[in-house]
């Protein structure tokens, strides 16, 4: 009894322990998968230079990219929650391989929106598998493991002005090539997780299963948890519009205001996305300290007034300004995914196809939409209606407050 007893201990330990090296990795990958995602509006500028591209058809290139990386997901979820899959990982960034050389070679726009739907059909594939991997890893450090994982992802992001400046400025389109060189390692990285995950499926299986019952909901809370998981989706939607904005059209924006070249545009895109990056790794502490509804609500109000003032901003203002309204939007980042992992618990892929997918990118609709706004009323309008969006963000305090989720889940 006493074996037994010690084995159980060091049975709970094992899963408690948070595996840094697994975590680190993980988020590499998403590092490597979203820096190849961010490729695509990175080649906006040139694209509308070399193909002579509207407003609107850079917009239905990220409709393309975001409708197949995002809305996807959950169905993906969904099914890799009953089974899961690790070599979907690496199959599905094949998928990415064959779109980066699509991309680079493709003569016309239809060409162009085919290329990207492969690209986004291997980030749909990754996200909740990753997502997954991030949560077996964790331990019992859910909040950090859901940071380091997604900080990967928004570190990617902010390398798309770079990208533009330094790759697709002096070398054009064929400067996508590089990047198959990227997905070729991320592949790699992700064989090796796959064999890691497939030996904890197989560990998890041989576990002593407990008889732990299932926590009943009453009608009451279940209606709280569908109100509350529709109102957060809305939120993260608002979010994505606000993010799809900034980085797919505020760098022609500024062109126009300030004469800048596209390199000198894309430093400021650049500002934005690594200190949206940095927020996010930021949010995850700071919502166990202050709690995650709380960081959901600062995250969106805390931003409203600074992005109201953005659009009459100097140069050297607005190159603050962005960097602060960065920081602070994209904090609420990886809490979105931790609170509505307690809302529905035991579902990790479906909630990350609903957050990370479904609701950031339905940012997809808003560049489509913010793309045929530009063409006909100007990308000061739009820009306009882009800054007022945090504003949504007082709908968060109708979220249940994170003791009402405790109390629930019992």
């Known amino acids: ?39 695509v509006p990175a080649m906006f500028p040139i694209l509308e230079q070399s193909m002579g591209l509207s407003f609107t058809q850079l917009g239905i290139i990220a409709f393309a990219l975001n409708i197949t990386s995002s809305l996807i997901q959950p169905v993906i979820g969904l099914y890799t929650d009953k089974k899961p899959s690790p070599y979907a990982l690496p199959i599905g960034l094949c998928f990415t391989f064959f779109g980066v050389l699509g991309l680079a070679f493709a003569p016309s726009f239809w060409y162009v929106v085919l290329s990207v739907i492969f690209i986004g059909l291997g980030s749909a594939t990754f996200h ?15 909040g950090m493991a859901q940071s380091i994982y997604q ?25 996508a090539i590089w990047f198959t060189i990227i997905a070729a390692l991320a592949i790699g990285l992700l064989v090796y997780i796959a064999r890691w995950y497939s030996a904890q499926i197989i560990a998890i299986a041989k576990r002593p299963q407990t008889n732990k019952a299932a926590v009943k909901l009453s ?45 000198q545009a894309q430093g400021y895109i ?7 990056a940095i927020g996010t790794f930021a949010g995850g502490p700071l919502a166990d300290r202050f709690g995650k509804r709380n960081m959901i609500m600062l995250s969106m ?27 602070i939007i994209l904090s609420s980042f990886s809490v979105t995914v931790v609170y509505a ?56 305090f109708f979220l249940p407050a994170d003791q009402k989720l405790d109390e629930m889940n019992g």
């Open 128 to 142: 909740p598998e990753g997502s997954r991997v991030a949560y077996m890893a964790a331990g019992k450090r859910r």
């Open 1 to 39: 009894m006493a074996m037994q007893a010690h084995a159980k201990q060091q049975n709970v330990q094992t899963q408690e322990k948070t595996l840094y090296r697994i975590l680190l990795i993980i988020g590499f990958v998403h590092l490597l998968n979203d820096a190849i995602q961010a490729l």
């Open 219 to 263: 009608p009451a809370h279940r209606k709280m948890v569908v109100f509350a998981i529709c109102l957060l989706i809305f939120l993260v939607f608002a979010r994505s519009w606000f993010h799809a904005g900034i980085t797919n059209f505020f760098a022609f924006y500024i062109i126009e205001k300030f004469s800048l070249t596209i390199a």
């Open 151 to 175: 900080v990967g992802g928004n570190a990617g992001q902010a390398m798309a002005p770079l990208i533009t400046a330094l790759i697709l400025v002096p070398l054009g389109q064929f400067g």
């Open 341 to 396: 992992q307690v809302l529905i618990p035991g579902k990790i892929g479906t909630v990350s196809g609903l957050i990370i997918g479904l609701a950031f990118g339905m940012g997809a609709i808003g560049s489509v939409a913010l793309g045929w706004f530009a063409d006909h009323f100007g990308l000061t309008n739009t820009m306009l209606f882009t800054v007022a969006l945090p504003l949504i963000g007082i709908l968060s």
């Open 301 to 327: 109000l805390a931003s409203a007034p600074l992005a109201l003032v953005l659009p009459y901003a100097s140069p050297i203002a607005t190159y603050f300004l962005l960097g602060v309204i960065g920081f």
């Open 270 to 276: 650049f500002v934005f996305l690594l200190a949206g």
